[in-house]
């Protein structure tokens, strides 16, 4: 497990992406204590409510730069304009 997925942890070199930091979210001296780490948008609902890491948490974080990816906007930009823009710039 990545723990860690996010764009910022893929390069690409000529054409060939690759997955880096893998494993690097925490302190090298902390085992696993429970406390979660992460780049918000990306870390799965499950890890914020039960704190358990799996693999089916790697695949959310990849679904979400996947969107990144195709659509070119940050994942959650209009979760962001809806709720947290004063009301006066935003139409809905």
């Given at each position: ?22 494993g690097l ?68």
């Amino acid at each position: 497990m990545h723990r860690d997925l996010h764009l910022g942890n893929i390069v690409n070199d000529f054409g060939q992406y690759f997955i880096t930091d893998l494993g690097l979210c925490r302190p090298v001296n902390e085992t696993n204590n429970g406390k979660i780490y992460g780049v918000l948008p990306y870390v799965a609902p499950e890890i914020l409510c039960e704190g358990k890491y799996a693999q089916a948490s790697d695949i959310y974080s990849f679904g979400i730069v996947i969107y990144e990816v195709i659509s070119g906007l940050p994942p959650y930009l209009a979760w962001f304009i809806l709720n947290l823009l004063p009301k006066k710039y935003v139409k809905a």
